[in-house]
């Protein structure tokens, strides 16, 4: 019987393992054929950005795919997360993943992300006057606007509804949620 067993589990592992190739497979045709601008609304990158982050993921990090999930469908899920505040079961749905491996792969890509050869290629602060006054007087040009050397950009992180003043976490997208912002750009 045990053995039984065992030859049904593996079985039935190599078969959701091949029916996850396969939706690994699919969702990236769909992504490749995916009109650039569709793109960049669901991920707030553009395409070429994506692959190369993904080569620089998996070059200078230790972020791998496996033959599960491939590591463009983990970029691409922590990219929606991020781009979107969502909950993570509602992510990992559009990725065909549950919530507990939405997660993982989160924080996996997120760990990556923060790794000092990613952030020292990704994210470039102006660390001179030169540099800082370049970049104010763009600002000036583009968008008529005087002094501004960095951009604020806020996203909604989703919370479970709270039992006191819940409406003071409804956000206009029409789910709780905290306002979160970060700074990138530097104080004159």
């Not at 992504?31 to 982050?53: A, G, N």
Request: proline share 3%.
């Amino acid at each position: 019987m045990h053995t039984l067993r065992l030859l049904w589990t593996a079985n039935n592992e190599t078969t959701l393992q091949r029916r996850q190739t396969r939706v690994n497979r699919r969702k990236m045709v769909q992504i490749v054929e995916m009109e650039e601008l569709e793109f960049v609304h669901r991920f707030r990158l553009d395409k070429q950005s994506f692959w190369r982050l993904c080569d620089d993921l998996r070059r200078l990090t230790s972020l791998k795919g496996t033959r599960e999930i491939s590591l463009e469908i983990k970029v691409l899920c922590t990219l929606s997360f991020l781009a979107t505040g969502s909950y993570q079961r509602i992510v990992g749905l559009t990725q065909h993943l549950v919530q507990r491996t939405t997660s993982r792969c989160i924080r996996q890509v997120v760990e990556a992300l923060s790794h000092p050869a990613i952030l020292n290629k990704w994210i470039l602060f102006p660390s001179s006057q030169q540099q800082r006054t370049q970049i104010r007087l763009e600002f000036q040009r583009r968008f008529r606007l005087p002094g501004i050397v960095g951009c604020i950009d806020c996203t909604y992180v989703a919370i479970v509804k709270p039992p006191v003043e819940e409406h003071l976490f409804f956000n206009r997208k029409g789910y709780h949620s905290l306002n979160v912002q970060i700074s990138t750009g530097m104080q004159q």
